[in-house]
């Protein structure tokens, strides 16, 4: 059961290791996750089972068919769409985030279209070295989570 209501959606992502990593980040913190489809690979793939361990039975994952059905999804919940790009030029560290908001990555190829652009509520980046164009998919949705859920004051277990 999610200890957040921030979610993480993935839009149409490529790489069967980094959507299980981001699967077993979001089952360790109560964080629910969105696959937008189609997706690169099959969730049965090895790869994603061999990232998310025995965690993806914990995780709060909800497959949507299409961009289209995402967005009809969201717009019935009122959540705010806040899309990580290297486009963007607010860094994730200056952005005030909402304990109900949706943190959106795009492909690992690709990124997301332009369509996608227009309807985020903000667009965020992580401030990089110049000549570097980006970081691993995982690791960036570990960073912005991570920013997210210590504004939203999120505790998770304090057991050691």
């Known amino acids: 059961m999610p200890s957040s209501s921030l979610r993480i959606a993935l839009y149409q992502p490529d790489i069967a290791g980094n959507t299980g990593t981001i699967l077993r980040l979001a089952a360790c913190l109560g964080l629910s996750v969105d696959l937008i489809e189609p997706?690169?690979?099959?969730?049965?793939?090895?790869?994603?089972?061999?990232?998310?361990?025995?965690?993806?039975?914990?995780?709060?994952?909800?497959?949507?068919?299409?961009?289209?059905?995402?967005?009809?999804?969201?717009?019935?919940?009122?959540?705010?769409?806040?899309l990580a790009s290297t486009k963007a030029a607010l860094p994730y560290t200056q952005h005030a985030f909402a304990d109900s908001d949706i943190l959106i990555f795009g492909r690992e190829s690709a990124g997301v279209p332009d369509s996608v652009h227009a309807v985020a509520d903000a667009r965020i980046l992580i401030p990089m070295v110049e000549g570097q164009r980006s970081l691993n998919l995982a690791m960036s949705v570990a960073m912005i989570a991570g920013e997210a859920l210590r504004q939203t004051q999120w505790v998770g277990h304090a057991g050691g």
Do not use: C, M, P
């Not at 997706?39 to 061999?50: E, T």
């Open 39 to 82: 997706a690169g690979f099959a969730l049965s793939d090895r790869n994603l089972k061999r990232a998310g361990l025995d965690y993806l039975a914990s995780v709060v994952l909800t497959r949507h068919a299409s961009w289209q059905a995402f967005e009809a999804w969201r717009a019935e919940t009122g959540r705010r769409l806040i």
